[in-house]
Structure formats: structure tokens, C-alpha cells
């Protein structure tokens, strides 16, 4: 399995040294963290063409990841973002962890930065409108929150909801969007070891712009699964349905897992371009993650299962 070389993931001198990041990625169930760079052949009905050729994956600066952004709760306009969430009130902050769970509570983020050792992984971010970064991100995985609230057998789902504000976000007051903003993973998704609560980017504290003060990555998921600003955290049994689910249907799906060969109704999946890079590139099927992640979809239709 190809990973990415040191020497192309610590280009910001804010970043913490490369040594401290092998460590911690070494002790982070064997190396999980780290990005594959070509995908496990897969079988049936997942497989339909064969694994693009791998390229380089150097890390975007962190003036990229954090001057292009998708937020609409602010803005549709990416370039935007950052200066409408600039005054988005982020401490104290407080998420609400219950629903189907033995021992539900409300936690303040710093007990939880305190709580749980603060990991770096590199991560890439496909985005479902064919662009792609590669971020690092600080974080702790989600399952060790969910460990401490004990989910109960009959949990199946876990449900997210950002903050509803509209004075703090201006489109949130728009009609068209049945805020505030839900995400949902399968618990075994959940509980995977490259599942991330992020709190930080580059060694620094996550910019509003890019979900602080707590937002959930999913690597092998387009972005838009990787829901910002987080409130409350629900077990529960049955599927979630998502913002983008409720509002288009047809074309987002609840798994939302990153498929070159199954392509978006209005345009082809199968190739990405790189924030700050010339051209486009094949797009990895997960994200470059199969290895790690294809077996929670063994026997799954990919196609119908979108």
C-alpha cells in the first residue's frame, strides 16, 4: 500500500514537525490514519473499471483550505465564506451526545480537547462537485466519544446537526433549505478508526470558514458528509435524512461514498481537480481509502447504494 512521502505533507513551517506526526500516525491503529494511494481491487458488483493510476498528493497551504470553501449557511459563493463566518461566536461550545445510548451528556469542547489526545492525519477532501484538497487535519476519532456515551444494542445510525443561528448565518435565513444542516453515518462507519472529530488545521485551531469549532471528516465520503459546526450528536435507529437528501433525492444518497464509476446526474465522477494544481486528475474510488474501508461494503450495489 502506497503512502503519501513525508517530505510532501509538511510544506506550512506553522505545522508541528514531521517527526512528532510519524509518531502519532505509527501509533494510530497501524497507520490507518495515513492515505492510501491506490485503491484495493474490488469484486461483484463493485467492481467496474480498473484503479486510476495514483498521483502525487501534496497537502494544499493553509491559505487554500482556508479561502475556498463550501459553507451555505453563509454563503454559495466559496471564495466568500471566509469573511461572512469570520464572527462566528465559537467559544464556549457545547455538543450534546444521546439518543440511544446509556449515558447521554452535554460536553464542552475544551473538556473534550482535554479529554482525548489531539491527533494529526492527513487527509484528502473530494468534494461532490469534482474538486479535491488534501488537508491536515487536527482531531480526535469520533469513536472514542461515542465509547464514553455507551451506544445501546438497538443503535444503529448516528445522527449530526449543526448550529441553527441565523444571526451568526445569514443564509440560514434563507426558504430554500430546511435547516439547520443533518448528517448521518451507519454506526460501524461511525466507529471506524479514519472517522474524525476535527478541532484544528495545520496546528492551529479550525477557522470558522472551515466548520470550527468541531466538525466530522469522513475521508472516503464526498465532503458534504463532513458536517461543520456540531451541536448535538444523536444515536438512533433508523437512517438519517440528510439535508441533501431531503431537498434533491435523486442525486445525493445517503452513503455517499466517493465512486469514479458511478457518476453525479449532471456531470462525470470520474475525474478531479486539485485546488491550486493545472488540469484534473482520476478520481480513486473512497477517496484512495479502499483498502481501509471497502470491506463495511461487502456486498453492497455501489451503484444503487450511492
Same mark, same amino acid.
Given at each position: 500500500m502506497n503512502r503519501i512521502p513525508s517530505s510532501e505533507i509538511t510544506p506550512e513551517s506553522i505545522y508541528l514537525s514531521r517527526r512528532r506526526w510519524m509518531r502519532e500516525a505509527i501509533l494510530a491503529a497501524?497507520?490507518?490514519?495515513l492515505a492510501a494511494c491506490s485503491p484495493a481491487s474490488l469484486s461483484g458488483e463493485e467492481a467496474s473499471s480498473p484503479p486510476a493510476t495514483p498521483l502525487p498528493d501534496t497537502p494544499n497551504t493553509y491559505e487554500q483550505i482556508t479561502g475556498y470553501n463550501n459553507y451555505y449557511e453563509f454563503?454559495? =459563493?466559496?471564495?466568500?465564506?471566509?469573511?461572512?463566518?469570520?464572527?462566528?461566536?465559537?467559544s464556549p461550545w457545547q455538543v450534546y451526545v444521546g439518543g440511544l445510548v446509556n449515558k447521554p451528556g452535554t460536553y464542552d469542547l475544551d473538556l473534550l480537547r482535554r479529554k482525548f489526545t489531539i491527533?494529526?492525519?492527513? *487527509?484528502?477532501?473530494?468534494? &461532490?462537485?469534482?474538486?479535491?484538497?488534501?488537508?491536515?487535519? @487536527?482531531?480526535? +476519532?469520533?469513536?472514542?466519544?461515542?465509547?464514553? &456515551?455507551?451506544?445501546?444494542s438497538d443503535a444503529k445510525y448516528v445522527k449530526f446537526?449543526?448550529? *441553527? =443561528?441565523?444571526?451568526?448565518? %445569514?443564509?440560514? @435565513?434563507?426558504?430554500?433549505?430546511?435547516?439547520?444542516? &443533518?448528517?448521518?453515518?451507519?454506526? =460501524?462507519? !461511525?466507529? $471506524? +478508526?479514519?472517522?474524525?472529530l476535527a478541532t484544528g488545521l495545520y496546528g492551529k485551531d479550525l477557522p470558522p470558514q472551515n466548520g470550527a469549532p468541531l466538525r466530522l471528516v469522513v475521508p472516503w465520503?464526498?465532503?458534504?458528509?463532513?458536517? #461543520?459546526?456540531? &451541536?448535538?450528536?444523536?444515536?438512533?435507529?433508523?437512517?438519517?435524512?440528510?439535508?441533501?437528501?431531503?431537498i434533491? %433525492?435523486?442525486?445525493?444518497?445517503?452513503? !455517499? @461514498?466517493v @465512486?469514479?464509476?458511478?457518476? $453525479?446526474?449532471?456531470?462525470?465522477?470520474?475525474?478531479?481537480?486539485?485546488?491550486?494544481?493545472?488540469?484534473?486528475?482520476?478520481?480513486? #474510488?473512497?477517496?484512495? *481509502?479502499? =483498502?481501509e474501508v471497502a470491506s463495511l461494503y461487502t456486498g453492497m450495489d455501489l451503484r444503487k447504494n450511492y
Open positions: 497501524g497507520a490507518l490514519a454563503s454559495t =459563493d466559496k471564495e466568500a465564506v471566509a469573511g461572512l463566518a469570520a464572527g462566528l461566536i465559537t491527533e494529526e492525519r492527513i *487527509y484528502r477532501l473530494r468534494c &461532490v462537485e469534482g474538486w479535491s484538497m488534501v488537508i491536515p487535519w @487536527n482531531g480526535f +476519532p469520533l469513536a472514542k466519544l461515542l465509547a464514553e &456515551v455507551e451506544p445501546t446537526t449543526t448550529l *441553527y =443561528d441565523p444571526s451568526q448565518m %445569514p443564509e440560514q @435565513n434563507s426558504p430554500f433549505y430546511p435547516w439547520p444542516y &443533518v448528517e448521518g453515518l451507519r454506526l =460501524d462507519e !461511525a466507529m $471506524h +478508526p479514519l472517522t474524525l465520503k464526498y465532503g458534504f458528509k463532513s458536517i #461543520k459546526a456540531i &451541536v448535538k450528536i444523536e444515536l438512533v435507529v433508523n437512517q438519517p435524512t440528510s439535508l441533501w437528501m431531503e434533491a %433525492p435523486n442525486e445525493y444518497g445517503f452513503y !455517499a @461514498n @465512486n469514479p464509476d458511478v457518476p $453525479h446526474p449532471r456531470w462525470s465522477q470520474s475525474s478531479e481537480r486539485r485546488i491550486g494544481e493545472l488540469g484534473r486528475r482520476p478520481t480513486l #474510488k473512497f477517496n484512495g *481509502y479502499a =483498502d
